[in-house]
C-alpha cells in the first residue's frame, strides 16, 4: 500500500476507505469491493490495486475446507492523512 500511495500523493484526499475481500483456496484476492471510501477514488484505486496485487500464501486446507464457497471473507480499512 505504502508503495502504492507514494507515487499518488498529490492526487489522494485524507480519508478513509473500507474494503471487503475474500481469499481464495490458491491465496488469491477475490470479490473485492468498496464497502465505503470518505476520500477519493485515487485512495480507492490505490487501495484496491493493493489488496489484488497482494502476494498471499494459500490458507491451510484445513481452514478452507469448512467455509462457504471455500474461501476466507476479510475487511480492511485502509486510512491516509495529509500531515
Known amino acids: ?15 478513509s476507505v473500507n474494503m471487503s475481500f475474500a481469499i481464495n483456496d490458491r491465496g488469491e484476492a477475490v ?30 486446507p484445513e481452514l478452507i475446507a469448512p467455509l462457504k464457497d471455500g474461501r476466507l471473507d476479510y475487511s480492511l480499512t485502509f486510512t491516509f492523512y495529509n500531515l
Not at 1 to 15: C, E, S, T
Open 1 to 15: 500500500w505504502y508503495y502504492y500511495i507514494r507515487g499518488k500523493m498529490d492526487l489522494i484526499a485524507a480519508g
Open 31 to 60: 470479490s473485492v469491493r468498496i464497502d465505503s471510501n470518505t476520500s477519493n477514488q485515487s485512495l480507492a484505486d490505490v487501495c484496491e490495486r493493493a489488496i489484488r496485487e497482494a502476494e498471499l500464501e494459500p490458507p491451510p
